[in-house]
């Protein structure tokens, strides 16, 4: 990337010419016998100009691309499974609430005291 820059704003022939030729001495990495036209910035290996292609808005050889979207792919499994923990966390949370709520709602219905005293304050609150 940065070379090509350096290409345009120098026109040291010499330099370029060295770095053009090094850059044309690489052969393809599945393509011994083309010339390589990029360079993966993943591996850093050469390859032909049918070899890369265009991933994420970089040029990447088919075996970097693979690999990206399994990794991508990885990271979608794990977002899931934490994803699925939350869902079970927040599962476990509700069942326990539930069962308190359960419990506290057999508790008030048990004592018949409760429901004696409510009903002698409600009869004042009619009779004032
Ligand atoms: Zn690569
Ligand atoms: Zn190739």
């Known amino acids: 990337m940065g070379g090509m820059r350096n290409t345009l704003r120098h026109p040291m022939e010499q330099h ?13 990495f599945n393509h011994a016998q ?12 050469f390859f032909c100009r049918e070899c890369v292609s265009e991933h ?4 990447l050889c088919a075996a970097c691309i693979a690999e990206e ?9 794990r977002n899931f499974g934490s994803l699925r923990m939350v869902f079970r ?4 949370v509700l069942v ?3 069962s308190f ?16 005293h409510k009903t002698i304050l409600e009869d004042d609150w009619d009779s004032s």
Do not use: M, Y
């Not at 083309?34 to 290996?45: D, Y």
């Not at 979207?69 to 499994?77: E, G, I, P, S």
């Open 16 to 28: 370029v010419d060295s770095k053009h030729v090094s850059f044309a001495q690489s052969r393809c």
């Open 34 to 45: 083309r010339e390589a036209a990029a360079r993966c910035p993943e591996c850093g290996r």
């Open 56 to 59: 994420r808005n970089r040029l």
């Open 69 to 77: 979207t399994a990794k991508a792919q990885l990271d979608q499994k």
């Open 89 to 92: 966390i927040a599962l476990g």
């Open 96 to 98: 326990l609430w539930g």
């Open 101 to 116: 709520f359960v419990i506290g709602k057999a508790l008030l219905s048990v004592p018949s005291t409760f429901h004696e």
